[in-house]
């Protein structure tokens, strides 16, 4: 299968009962499946059982794909959903192992009194502010600045209208920076 096939093209494919075209589909979305669970799971094994969990729904669901939508919002909804459910079982905190220094740049502002802040310090008050966000917040950060997906997939791997989107991105974000300030001014009075 060459790369000129839309994921559509591969989807019919396989719904045709072509099962060698599914392992298509999977090359192109294991990295970014992997990434996405990664960010909610902390540890390789979980997020390579959710991972075979995403792939298997996947697969004995294809028939049903609505071709009105992408195939990458599908997937990751189920993804999502995988990961979700995987921490309802463990009934542990997301995030809070979290890599702050992908958010640095996002999240980074400019002190008034011209101080420069150490990075270490902000990464660490940034895993800080992700573990205090609320979940709708980090999950729409996560989707949007670490995913790549536009309003729309966020739309439907959310299952929330297209219009609430931006609006919950702009509330993360400044939530997010409320924290950080917060935190680094915290941090700052104790030095």
Known sequence: MTATYTDIDIVRKVQQGDTE????????????????????LHDDDAVTDVL??????????????????????WVYRIAHNEALNALKKKKSTPFSWFDPEALVPYFAYHDKTEEKIDLEVLKKDIEQVLIKLPESYREILVLYFFEELSYKEISLVLKIPISSVGVRINRAKKKAYELVKLETTTIHEYH
């Open 21 to 40: 075209a599914f392992g298509e589909l999977m090359n192109r979305y294991e990295a970014k499946l992997t990434r996405y669970l990664g960010r909610f």
């Open 52 to 73: 075979q969990d995403v792939l298997v729904k996947a697969y004995i669901n294809i028939q049903s794909f609505d071709e009105n939508y992408t195939f990458s919002s």
